[in-house]
């Protein structure tokens, strides 16, 4: 059967059933599991007898234009619109994964909680840790990106502790060096940013042999993850340290997302930025870096000790942009993950990862993330779909794959799979070493912020400060807290946290081993 074969009918009883449910689906006369769909058609439940012959004619419209809507989305999928709809992969990309094979499902068909405790043990028992992801060699990687390795030298500045280089400037001196930014043209946010940017950028440059050069820098470290973990709050403490500098903004999110174009998840593909765009949101730091060249007049850095930091706390987990760029060898798993990239360009980077009990981390997630009708009884529905969503995939494809297939993280109501710590960090491990990445914990961190900004500081090989700087980076209150109105929606309901905490138990304890800590546990069940 090719392509253009595909015949597609919703089965389903009622309108006010289906609605409801989500939708399962049959390829001809053949059921298909929710990760093989590519396009919908909704049939409305027959009710002829009740309807004149002006209401037929109603229906016939609504259904038409219905139909016409689903076949412009088939159209852009098909045919592989990356500016299109970001729904499923392009059947051509994850051929692999659009088998039919035996599997149905519908989520809302059993809602006892007895049945979702079936669904986590039936998780868990097919839960393996193992890596077997094949790395992928230098040359694939350049290949793949070779403009991203074509501005990014191989060695960095000597003397300097951040990885930084001189660039040489061919632009218009008189003219706007950040005219063409991605993120100066989407985001009003830093509008204000980037004017301080154009306004000191000639004073930086540096005249050597008749030639202009800029200085550029990469981040000396990485706070890749994970959302709700505490991030924000460690992002604005070490911001007041003189010798840690970031990025314009906290999460310019260019690894996993901005480089491929997604500007805002479910809102398609735009043109992709260019490595040049993110280099220019380190311009600020390099300034500091750099100092008062015209002075000195000198190359050599006045600040050769300050380190810049970048914050987005997708990079740890979120590959999702890999099925429409790269070609699917692996069966529905990346060939490329972000960290294969960093480590080509920067083998010696630093990453701190922020993690908490990631049942606590899912409701969060929830309330945060949440628009309308957010209850606990709601956040237990969706965490049950997703549950049962998991353990659909996980009978057709490995856990892995499962963790990295877009169709189903879309699919999913709530993000489980944010929480499954453990499976991100052995890919992290496959490239870089133990001693490269620090893992903290919030509960830690919320109890002594002193001790855990240490460990941070020893990681970083930063030396001391005053008193007054220490105390003003301890005792600052908490950023990016719960608001008012999450917090009056009160804790998740007992029978959700035993859910839960049942599904992610064996995650954590691999992850309690391998980091060789019992308190990444989380059996305090503490309640962050």
Request: aromatic fraction near 14%; proline fraction near 6%; glycine fraction near 4%.
């Amino acid at each position: 059967m090719t392509h253009m074969d595909y015949k597609y009918s919703l089965l389903g009883s009622a309108v006010d059933d289906y609605r409801k449910r989500p939708l399962l689906l049959q390829v001809d006369d053949t059921p298909v599991n929710l990760f093989a769909i590519l396009e919908v058609k909704r049939e409305l439940p027959r009710r002829w007898s009740t309807l004149g012959c002006f209401s037929r004619i109603r229906l016939y419209s609504f259904v038409f234009g219905l139909a016409v809507t689903f076949l412009i989305m088939a159209s852009y999928i098909l045919t592989g619109d990356k500016k299109g709809l970001l729904l499923t992969p392009s059947p051509f990309h994850f051929s692999s994964l659009v088998s039919p094979g035996p599997f149905a499902f519908n989520v809302s068909s059993v809602k006892d909680d007895a049945h979702i405790k079936l669904v986590v043990k039936s998780i868990t028992s097919k839960v393996k840790f193992h890596s077997s992801r094949k790395i992928p060699e230098f040359k694939v990687l350049v290949n793949s990106e070779p403009h991203m390795f074509s501005v990014i030298p191989r060695k960095f500045q000597p003397g300097v502790k951040n990885p930084c280089w001189y660039e040489e400037y061919t632009g218009n001196i008189t003219s706007d060096p950040y005219r063409t930014n991605m993120y100066a043209r989407y985001s009003r946010r830093f509008r204000t940013e980037f004017q301080f940017l154009r306004n000191t950028f000639r004073e930086h440059l540096i005249h050597h042999d008749g030639k202009l050069y800029r200085m550029r820098c990469l981040p000396y470290f990485y706070i890749i993850g994970q959302p709700k973990c505490g991030t924000t709050d460690l992002y604005d403490r070490l911001k007041l340290r003189p010798d840690v500098r970031f990025t314009t903004f906290k999460e310019p999110h260019w690894w996993t997302r901005k480089r491929f174009g997604i500007s805002r998840l479910g809102k398609g593909f735009q043109d992709g930025y260019p490595v040049e765009d993110y280099l220019d949101l380190f311009d600020q730091s390099a300034y500091q870096i750099q100092g008062n060249l015209t002075a000195k007049g000198s190359g050599s850095p006045s600040h050769p000790n300050i380190i810049i930091g970048e914050a987005s706390a997708s990079t740890m987990w979120d590959n999702n942009a890999w099925v429409y760029f790269y070609d699917n060898t692996t069966e529905g798993e990346p060939p490329f993950l972000v960290q294969d990239f960093i480590h080509a360009l920067q083998p010696d980077g630093r990453f701190i990862v922020m993690l908490r009990d990631p049942v606590e981390r899912l409701y969060s997630d929830y309330l945060y993330f949440g628009i309308t009708n957010k209850s606990a009884e709601d956040f237990h529905e969706k965490v049950s779909e997703s549950l049962q969503l998991f353990e659909g995939c996980l009978t057709e494809y490995t856990i892995r794959s499962c963790v990295y297939n877009i169709t189903l993280n879309n699919a999913m109501p709530v993000r489980l799979r944010i929480g499954l710590y453990i499976l991100y960090l052995l890919d992290w491990l496959t490239v870089f070493s133990r001693e490269q990445i620090l893992v903290l914990r919030l509960e830690d961190h919320a109890s002594n912020r002193k001790y855990t900004m240490h460990k941070v500081f020893d990681f970083l090989n930063l030396g001391p400060v005053t008193k007054e700087i220490e105390s003003e980076i301890t005792r600052s209150p908490a950023s990016n807290t719960r608001k008012p109105a999450d917090k009056n929606l009160g804790p998740m309901l007992p029978i959700t946290k035993e859910i839960l905490r049942d599904f992610y138990t064996p995650f954590n304890e691999e992850l309690a081993k391998v980091l060789r800590n019992d308190s990444f546990l989380w059996d305090n069940y503490s309640t962050l």
